[in-house]
Nanobody, 113 residues
Framework: VQLQASGGGLVQPGGSLRLSCTAS????????MNWYRQAPGKQRELVAT??????TVYPTSANGRFTISGDVKNTVYLQMNSLKPDDTAVYYC?????????WGQGTLVTVSS
């Protein structure tokens, strides 16, 4: 499985961005897809999960401003609204597979005026 993430960029506080992650290869081995982020000097953290059945799961620390959607066998999205400077991070898509995991390359989101 290969994952291609896109959609990052510079956005002003209060703005929105939509990230995309497109899967290719043995897509039927994907059980769920996740978005993680890693801010400068911080650990990578889980942002959102979507299962192959379309169920969405957010960590208890979720901010309510991000929404995951899509199809793990095609493209998964992360809609980010009301962005804050603290949301600045490299965002990674990640797939849980029947056997193993796969990371995509990160996409940088910078929230700044």
């Amino acid at each position: 499985v290969q994952l291609q993430a896109s959609g990052g960029g510079l956005v002003q506080p209060g703005g929105s961005l939509r990230l995309s992650c497109t899967a290719s290869g043995n897509i039927f081995s994907i059980t769920n897809m996740n978005w993680y982020r890693q801010a400068p000097g911080k650990q990578r953290e889980l942002v959102a999960t979507i299962t192959k059945n379309g169920k969405t799961v957010y960590p208890t620390s979720a901010n309510g401003r991000f929404t995951i959607s899509g199809d793990v066998k095609n493209t998964v999205y992360l809609q980010m609204n009301s962005l804050k400077p603290d949301d600045t991070a490299v965002y990674y898509c990640h797939a849980s597979l029947v056997f193993g995991i796969q990371w995509g390359q990160g996409t940088l989101v910078t929230v700044s005026s």
